[in-house]
């Protein structure tokens, strides 16, 4: 099953983007000594890396402002192209068969007389790829009280014999999505670590909105795992870097493929 890349991505640069706005600043003339970089490498889409420096930690922004005017470079291990900035601090590559899976990917540029590199391993695409069930009633009594959270409302399967990581993300598609528990601040789209299993229970109360929902299973590496957890357990009162793959940087470069189950969710 294929899926539209551009609708999701959002998202997942979303959870990076709260990650790294996050870092810890001690001297705010420092702020701008290594850029912020974010990039991920997905067969069928343009390559796009963005650059930005590092905020200052009264900034209220996610990054700080756009890097212009590098020269970024990328190689598969036989051949090296060049980028180009399609915009301010963004740098593109329109090839997308210079994308495969099993391929290192190497990013390098030189900034502030450093240069700046990170790697990333294609993975292969999921397979086998299966839900229980496309349709889900979301009876009222298994949202509500003892024992509700025991209830598994589906479960995901995939092939994965090298125990590989993954992640579930979920893209509900309704331009008027309706909220089963308004009295709560509930979240409409949401990603679940699978870290390296073969599958994954999703209870009832994991849902809070009806309608039309991608189930995106996203086979990642360790450097996007490595943020999702950091992400997890920040708070405000915990202001550190974030784990970084970025050399003489911050931020991630991570290659990573998909496939997606539609999912249609009612409530009796």
């Known amino acids: 099953m294929e ?15 709260f990650a790294f706005s996050s870092c810890k600043k001690t001297e705010t003339s420092n702020v701008a000594a290594e850029p912020v970089v974010i990039g991920y490498l997905i067969p069928g889409q343009p390559i796009s890396i963005k650059v930005y420096q590092q905020k200052d930690i009264s900034d209220t922004a996610n990054y700080g402002p756009a890097i212009t005017g590098l020269k970024l470079t990328l190689s598969n ?48 695409k999921p397979l086998n790829y299966t839900a229980t069930r496309t349709l889900i009633n979301l009876p009222l009594s298994s949202l509500s009280g003892p024992g509700a959270t025991d209830a598994v409302a589906i479960t995901f399967k995939w092939d994965n014999p090298d125990s590989l990581y993954h992640v579930l993300v979920f893209k509900n598609d309704d331009a ?93």
């Open 77 to 124: 291990g036989t051949s090296t192209v060049s980028l180009t900035e399609s915009a301010a601090g963004t740098y593109t590559y329109s090839n997308q068969s210079f994308l495969a899976a099993g391929k290192t990917y190497t990013l390098q540029f030189t900034y502030n007389g450093l240069l700046i590199s990170a790697s990333s391993v294609m993975p292969a």
């Open 3 to 17: 899926i539209k890349y551009k609708q999701y991505l959002l998202l997942i640069i979303a959870i990076s983007a």
């Open 176 to 268: 008027n999505a309706f909220n089963i528990h308004p009295d709560r601040n509930s979240a409409l789209n949401f990603t679940l670590n699978a870290k390296q299993a073969a599958g994954y229970d999703v209870y009832y109360r994991t849902f809070n909105y009806i309608g039309v929902y991608r189930a995106i299973l996203f086979r990642v590496n360790k450097e996007y795992l490595d943020i999702l957890n950091s992400n997890a357990s920040s708070t405000s009162q915990n202001l550190t870097n974030p784990p970084t793959n970025i050399t003489n940087g911050f931020g991630i470069f991570s290659a990573m493929q998909a496939d997606t189950i539609k999912l249609t969710l009612t409530q009796y």
